[in-house]
């Protein structure tokens, strides 16, 4: 064979080699072709794992709140806002006691406005809701300084 | 030279083999056999949304944002409610302003540019509320066009994004005709809803389910036949979104109206 022909084809050689083991180097051993085949299950499998492990937890229900706060959680469930999960208006609870210490609580008129606010909808849960025009009932003044969110009847009227 | 009665022999053998389908021959592999009765295959998580349910508090909105480390103020999110309006005129006005994040405490339509329509109480002939988040595909059209392996359909069918391995493309973004997908505003990678991965594998309900006072969305395995998520999709009358697309999408919807889209 002539030397022009074969001295580009040990260059092209080389150069499919070197990207062969640089790819067998840098591609990890799990990443593949897996059970759906190549069009949906070409991917790495420890991916897989890393999602389900490093997110860490944040909302930990009710269940959890009621371990310490067993007088709130028990109040709570004999009014109508039984349903709303504590960390809803209190925050995420994350690792509290520990992390973070103290929680915030979103007090706001507009918290409770995301029910209460007189929607006539139909073919919607939110036409059961009892909801006010906000401005019409007591503009600017926060709800919480009449109404207790843990004892929303009327009884528990300040 | 062929003869007349061996050409029409020939004829009728190639249109039989041409009509066997390729999955008659696909019996016959013992390995993709022995794979489906195998492990991983028991689970295949579904969502149910009763939008009957649903009054647009959007608190799934916040927790999901909140539980997922998307930034707050990034006017992107996972997981959205839609309003929908119809009046009395046949016009239909729907909007989801901030993704429902802070519900919905306007009742003008949010029509863009920070522009709102009024509605009158009195013409309003149907009005809802539609949570949305990511249909978890079975034929995911956000996997096939993504050229580096990055996102992918993990064994108990929730579709997940490599973030090491996603190069911002966007083509996934361009493919999903539901619109679940984003750019993450801090890694730059690709963005879904992933039905709370870390959370339904340590067998805790997602944080949109737990979020939710009024029980409008449910988790499921389907491939659990007392599964309560499973006898209702099953029992009862259920639709999915844009079914017409043939991406088989897994979340099922009770009360679906024509309009949502």
Known sequence: MKTHVYRPLIVVLFIIAFILIARSLLVPKDFGVHERGYMYGWYRQGNVQEW??????????????KECHSDKYESIMMTPHAIIECENCHGPAVEHP????????????????????????????RANIRGVDPEEHN??????SCHNPHKPSLEGLK | ????????????????????????????????????????????????????????CGLCVKACKQENEIPYEANVTRTWVERYVLTSDGKLHADTPNGGRDGFIDPRIEIG??????????DIKKAFFVPKLCNQCENPPCVQVCPVGATYQAPDGVVLV??????????CIMGCPYGVRFFHPKYHTAEKCNFCYHRITKGLKTACIQACPFGARQIGNIKDPKDPVTKIIMTERVGILKEEFGTKPQVYYIGLDKEVR
């Open chain 1, 52 to 65: 389900s492990n490093s997110v860490k937890v944040k909302y930990q229900g009710a269940d959890y709140c």
């Open chain 1, 98 to 125: 520990s992390e973070p210490p103290k929680l915030q609580i979103d007090r706001s008129r507009d918290q409770c406005l995301r029910c209460h606010y007189s929607l006539p909808y139909p073919t919607s849960g």
């Open chain 1, 139 to 144: 503009k600017d003044i926060e709800c919480v």
């Open chain 2, 1 to 56: 030279m062929i003869s007349r009665r061996d050409f029409l022999i020939h004829t009728i053998k190639g249109i039989a083999v041409a009509a066997l389908p390729l999955s008659a021959f696909e019996i016959i592999n013992p390995k993709k056999l022995f794979a489906e009765q195998n492990n991983g295959k028991n689970v295949r998580w579904v969502f149910l949304v009763d939008t009957y349910k649903c009054v647009g």
């Open chain 2, 113 to 122: 540019h920070g522009k709102f329509e009024e509605i009158k109480k009195g």
């Open chain 2, 162 to 171: 490599d973030r090491e391995w996603c190069i911002g493309c966007g083509y």
